[in-house]
């Protein structure tokens, strides 16, 4: 829908009433500002299509406040209204990126057609603008599938904050694709030409912290047989990536805090500190408004990481996206292993919709390189995901089999067998076409068979 709302900015009452009054004959919405200052401060709370601005006003006249507008509202059309004397300011207002000026007394006529070709000229450059965006959107986030409303919103907030230094905290559950977000904004920021470091907090221990994370000079201490820089020195120009920042002790929480405070570390047995430039990007599993009450997490530094918050919802909340995201897996592992294209039965892709997906994006994969290795033919079946629902502790014991009181693993060589009689059989006994299947070469499936004694 075309914004067909005008801002009228004059100092004089009657004249701001008596455009005003005319612009909504011509079926516009108004508002009113009487200064360059309440213009801007309007135009903050208001999406406007075109601004009719005065250009002689006290305190901040029209030619600042222009200037304002393309450098904040670079879409939005300015009209200069200006009297007689003024028209060399109002030819300058122009070269500055006003669309058009008009004289007092104000012909309407005028008016209205300038009115609508500012308007339409804002239409063009807002749906530009849009197109723009969404290209930019699907280049920088090409990595991550994603086509349902929950993750079109995270890529809109995503490109919001890319171009900012401002702290990003991922807030999703494991597997649901943190790190590949966290790495997607890295790559589409001025800092992308700069290293992307990501840090699991939680295998940083109280011994190792200080070295992992802010380095060490050779000597300090023993096994220490080279300087070291630690992990935030070597995000200096780029993006260090704080994953699972809501597992990492409280103690080094503080030193953390410190570094991002005062941007400067100081390797363990120096005493000189090196001043570092870096974006942090966290993520967390966890709720840390409840870590912070249950004291396991420091409330100074949840206010400094929570700059700019996104959600990141786990793959039950986006159901569109897990066919998209199964199929693009199955796809995957057949290229990178060199077998046919596989794709799914209908039952299946009913299976995976109405999965609940606790492990999210990683269950997912697994789930379909075993369904692809499992299955010979090229039709994923209903029975390849026949543990998809399973406990995970069911799953493991249907790896092995009882005898003697104890458990047994099944020799390899009986799996082996099993899938060279199944893609002999699949394909008729056609040798090509089996060995296709399997994806290994004529020449060993031939010796395979005589291995196991199946030859046609």
């Known amino acids: 829908m075309i914004n067909q709302h005008v801002l009228v900015v004059d100092d004089q009452p009657n004249i701001r009433k008596l455009v005003s009054y005319n612009v909504e004959k011509m079926g516009y919405e108004t508002d009113t500002a009487n200064d360059g200052y309440h213009c801007i401060e309007m135009m903050k709370m208001q999406k406007y299509a075109a601004v009719l601005l005065d250009i002689q006003m006290p305190d901040k006249g029209g030619i600042e406040t222009l200037t304002e507008i393309k450098r904040d509202f670079p879409e939005v059309s300015v009209i200069m209204v200006t009297a007689l004397s003024d028209v060399t300011l109002a030819v300058q207002a122009v070269k500055l990126g006003a669309f058009e000026y008009i004289t007092k007394p104000v012909d309407f006529d005028r008016l209205e057609t300038e009115l609508r070709n500012a308007i339409e000229q804002h239409s063009l450059k807002k749906t530009v603008s849009n197109l723009k965006q969404e290209l930019k959107a699907n280049e920088l986030f090409t990595n991550i599938i994603g086509q349902s409303p929950a993750m079109s919103e995270v890529f809109s907030l995503a490109d919001r904050v890319i171009n900012s230094d401002a702290s990003v905290l991922i807030i999703g559950e494991s597997g649901s694709g943190k790190e590949l977000l966290a790495q997607a904004i890295h790559d589409g920021s001025n800092r992308k030409k700069n290293p992307f470091v990501p840090v699991n907090s939680a295998a940083i221990t109280r011994e190792l912290a200080d070295s992992l994370l802010f380095g060490h000079k050779k000597g300090s201490f023993t096994g220490a047989n080279d300087d070291r820089m630690g992990y935030f020195e070597q995000a200096d120009g780029g993006t260090i990536f704080l994953d699972e920042i809501g597992d990492m002790e409280t103690d080094i929480q503080a030193k953390v805090l410190r570094v991002l405070e005062e941007k400067a570390v100081r390797r363990v047995g120096e005493k000189q500190e090196r001043s570092i430039d870096f974006r942090v990007i966290a993520a967390t599993n966890r709720d840390l408004a409840l870590s912070i009450k249950e004291g396991s997490f420091r409330k100074d530094l949840y206010y400094r990481l929570e700059e700019y918050p996104i959600y990141l919802p786990p793959l039950r909340e986006r159901q569109d996206d897990v066919i998209l995201l199964a199929q693009s897996f199955l796809d995957e592992y057949c290229l990178s ?120």
């Open 337 to 456: 292993n060199g077998v046919p294209k596989k794709h799914f039965h209908d039952r299946v892709l009913e299976q995976l919709r109405s999965h609940h997906w606790p492990g999210n994006i990683r269950e997912l994969k697994n789930v379909v390189r075993r369904a692809a290795i499992q299955e010979v033919s090229e039709l994923i079946s209903e029975i390849a995901f026949s543990n998809i629902d399973s406990d995970p502790r069911e799953l493991q014991k249907s790896f092995f089999k009882p005898g003697d009181g104890q458990n047994q693993v099944v020799p390899f060589e009986a799996v082996e067998r099993q899938a060279i009689e199944n893609a002999f059989a699949t394909t008729n006994q056609n040798v090509i076409k089996a060995a296709r299947l399997l994806g290994i070469s004529r020449a060993t499936m031939y010796r395979k068979l005589k291995q196991y004694d199946l030859e046609p």
